[in-house]
């Protein structure tokens, strides 16, 4: 998953959603699908030609489960949030500095690609400048990008998000609460 993509955000909420009545592990792989953008963004136009007509059918999609978008000026590089979130992983707080991060970016349309703003971030998900430094210093958190990278590869696929489930299915996209029950349902049934 990256950051900047909708359909992650989309798909990360629909499982959140999913958890109240379904037991599972969710762990997330951050990935850059976006390393062409430049240092401190591009304009959203540049991405996506009629914003708002995208922002309203996203929210549309995302209304049942109360996921909501808001129209966004800036389409961001996440290099420095996808490092934090590899450092969040491996910290136990990966799910805070998510749900941080896109209420952020997509709720309230920050630019993440501002530093200024991934601490401002962290902080939130309650990372000290220290613990920040820390991670945007060290080349172990760089190279676990990349390593997730070829781990989704591994499955066939360079589509985010992708989710692989029991290392045996993989579902590409933001599928519906319905097909993730009919799958948990076909698990169910295997184990039985």
């Known amino acids: 998953m990256d950051y900047v993509c909708e359909w992650c955000y989309l798909g990360y909420g629909i499982l959140k959603d999913l958890r109240k009545a379904y037991d599972f592990d969710l762990e997330l792989y951050p990935i850059e699908i976006h390393p062409d953008i430049p240092e401190n963004g591009m304009p959203m136009i540049w991405h996506v030609h009629n914003k708002k007509k995208w922002t309203d059918q996203l929210n549309q999609l995302g209304e ?79 190279a676990a990008l990349e390593r997730n990278q070829q781990y989704q590869h591994s499955f066939g696929t360079d589509q985010v998000p992708a989710f692989v489930i029991n290392e045996k299915y993989i579902m590409i996209g933001a599928q519906s609460k319905d097909t993730w029950e009919q799958l948990f349902q076909k698990i169910k049934e295997e184990q039985s």
């Not at 590899?86 to 749900?99: E, F, L, P, V």
């Not at 200024?116 to 958190?141: C, K, L, R, V």
């Open 64 to 142: 049942p489960y109360g996921i909501h978008f808001i129209n966004k000026e800036t389409f961001s590089n996440t290099k420095n949030a996808l490092i934090l979130g590899q450092y969040a992983k491996t910290t136990g707080k990966m799910s805070d500095y998510t749900d941080c991060l896109w209420d952020s970016y997509m709720v309230k349309g920050m630019n993440i690609s501002d530093k200024t703003a991934i601490y401002s971030i962290g902080h939130n998900a309650g990372f000290s400048d220290e613990q920040m430094n820390t991670a945007f210093e060290d080349p172990i958190y760089y």
